[in-house]
């Protein structure tokens, strides 16, 4: 069902490289995650762009963690399988990146 391969950690290199094609996610302090917070402009936009999300992530089997509140959607993606930042939490945040495109954010 899915590619069942084991993220790895990125390394230094690969962190830049990845971290800069999604400039608005910031590093969290103390502990190897990054974070980003949306926000909308009602509930209901909200909720559109969870039910992408949640979508996009089943397909590519990297889950985000995430909190919403009426029109605010926090998001923090880390990798548990490799406690860190991998290949797919810069995929997921660029996926997240462009259903919000066109949103108020
Ligand atoms: N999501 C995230 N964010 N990190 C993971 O390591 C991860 C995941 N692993 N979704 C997947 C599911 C794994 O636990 C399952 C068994 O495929």
Not at 2 to 9: A, D, I, Q
Not at 42 to 61: H, V
Not at 62 to 91: A, K
Request: contains cysteine; glycine residues 4%; proline residues 3%.
């Amino acid at each position: 069902r899915f590619l069942s391969t084991v993220p790895k950690r990125l390394t230094s290199t690969e962190r830049s490289l990845g971290l800069a094609k999604v400039p608005d996610w910031k590093i969290v302090e103390g502990r190897d995650a990054i974070y980003r917070r949306f926000e909308f402009k009602d509930f209901s936009e909200a909720w559109g762009f969870m039910s992408r999300a949640a979508l996009a992530a089943e397909q590519i089997n990297h889950h985000p963690e995430w909190f919403n509140v009426y029109n605010r959607v926090e998001v923090t993606l880390s990798t548990h399988d490799c406690d860190g930042l991998s290949q797919n939490d810069i995929n997921l945040a660029t996926k997240l990146d462009e259903f919000a495109i066109g949103l108020k954010s």
